[in-house]
């Protein structure tokens, strides 16, 4: 639980704050290309936004129910065992 808190807490504040960064100004940085608006650049924008989030949100249940994080994560990937990719 220890090293859950010391790696995964300034994982999730490092993400929630872009993501609220983001969505309060309404920009998104493009690589070799600058800020955008979200006009300009919608989809980027959108996925600057809840991907981080729901990337925090991961983080947070690994925190509070790592084993409940890890069979998510196994039902997720199970289909990779047709390929003969053996997942742990």
């Given at each position: 639980m220890e090293i859950g808190l010391l790696v995964?807490?300034?994982?999730?504040?490092?993400?929630?704050g872009i993501s609220s960064?983001?969505?309060?100004?309404?920009?998104?940085?493009v690589k070799q290309r600058g800020w955008k608006t979200k006009e300009e650049?919608?989809?980027?924008?959108w996925w600057t936004v809840f991907f981080p989030y729901l990337c925090a949100l991961f983080a947070l249940w690994g925190i509070v129910d790592p084993d409940g994080l890890w069979d998510f994560v196994k039902l997720i990937l199970g289909p990779l065992e047709l390929f003969g990719i053996a997942i742990p």
């Open positions: 995964f807490i300034p994982v999730v504040l490092f993400f929630f960064y983001n969505l309060y100004h309404g920009e998104v940085f650049w919608p989809i980027t924008y």
